[in-house]
């Protein structure tokens, strides 16, 4: 009996060792750190669009992809709401819409969008506070069709007048519904606040959307459609002699304008001021801003690494880190750059309980302060460079936005070999560069600040900052 159990031990001994060492040899070895993981310098040149000027003045660039039987188009206008006229604010925008909905010269809207659906092509256009944009995505085959109705949309809409008035009606609807999104309604009006003084800066109203007839749409797109203010991408399935073919058959007469743009006075950066929009919430918006570096100034390589270590490099932003992990006061927090044509906006964001709303406002002024005295570290700077380079690669996934982008280097005035340059000049930028760039435009003195928030949240704060402004909702 003895010797039986003794082998039944010894057996179960084996058992386990065998079990074991099965065990031990299939575990997986220990992970490096990804920080420490080093890879090949990426070498990436996107391809280069062909540029080709109509005699009438207009630009295309011209790129061929013929993977997908799909041609897109898209023209980009020198135009915006920030030419919307005094008390008519919104018309650029209801300009662009009626362009879509309201009909061509012989043809109705609704006949439009039958012919659009019946390619199962997609045309959009916007409008934004600086430029306009018309779209276009048609199959091969209906390249010739597609690029008539394009045409003529951009050339000679009718804006018909039940378009117009349902344009208007639901334009009106939106505004009154801003209300009912706070965040909304307050990067709006902070868009407002730092444009003060500027066209930039006019929002449109129930009342100034009200008082846009036809006769505004009609005078507004002849001053601003016409060959010499729009250039044009054409990608895709097509190559430069269809393209260009293409283009000047419904184009090509295209006359250009008599009269010349004007161009508007840049925002000028301002003295520092503290705003707050009562609202009944549970919750506040915070936001800081400055105007910040243009697109043309060598200034702004700095500050997208200054962004991304701020607050929109994610978990690893000192604005995440500090308020959302650490102090666990946020919902949302981050930060954001967007250089423009001339000037640049740069903001710092926060939604959090009302009840922490003036702790909040306190890290946000400290981090972006700290920021232009204490140096960051060169593992902020490597993580900063990489992750922008990297994602730079990821604005060419395809043809139609590398054609483009090469299109808003010219209409950004910006040098010929921008993008082939961009990753050096990231990847040169030094702790002192990105120093020096924080200290000039990061004034603490010229910080706007904005805090949608309910009416305990403004006592609260007016203690600390007695200059500090109400304001209504516009």
Known sequence: MKDKIKKTRFLLILCAIFFYSIAFAAAPP?????????????SFTPPRAERVVLPNGLVLYILANHELPLVKITAVIRTGSMYDPPEKEGLAKLTGQVMR????????????????????ANLT??????????????????????????SRILRKPVFEAEKLTLAKDLKIEELRRIADDPQKLAFREFGRLLHEGSPRGR?????????????DLIAFHDRFYHPENVMIAISGDVNRGEAEALATRHLGNWQPSKEKSESLPLPRPQEGKFFVLTKDLTQSIVIFGWLAPAKQDVQSFPF?????????????????????????????????????????????????????????????????????????TEKELEGAKNSIVNSFIFSFTSTDQIALQQLMIEYNDLPEDYLITYRNK???????????????YLDPA???????????????????????KKIDRP
Do not use: C, H, W
């Open 446 to 468: 010229r910080a706007i600040m904005l805090i949608v928030g309910n009416d305990t949240v403004y006592k609260e704060v007016s203690s600390l900052f007695p200059a500090i």
């Open 304 to 376: 997208e690494i200054i962004d991304f270590i701020i607050g929109s490099g994610g978990f690893r932003s000192r604005i995440f880190q500090e308020i959302r992990t650490n102090q666990g006061l946020a919902y949302s927090a981050g930060s954001f750059y967007s250089p423009k044509n001339g000037y640049g906006i740069f903001g710092a964001y926060t939604l959090t309980k009302s009840e922490s709303t003036v702790k909040v406002v306190s890290l946000l002024q400290g981090i972006v302060e700290e920021f232009g005295k204490k140096p960051i």
């Open 426 to 440: 990231i990847n040169n930028v030094t702790v002192n560069d990105i120093r020096n760039a924080a200290g000039e």
């Open 125 to 150: 256009i916007s409008v934004q506070r600086d430029s306009g944009a018309l779209s276009l995505s048609v199959l091969r085959d209906d390249r010739e069709k597609g690029l008539e109705l394009f």
């Open 203 to 215: 929002l449109s109203t129930a009342v100034s959307i009200s008082r846009i007839q036809r006769d």
């Open 101 to 120: 909905t309201g009909g061509i010269e012989g043809m109705t809207g609704d006949a439009l969008d039958e012919a659009l659906e019946s390619m199962a």
């Open 30 to 42: 220990a992970l490096p750190d990804p920080d420490r993981i080093a890879f090949k310098p990426l």
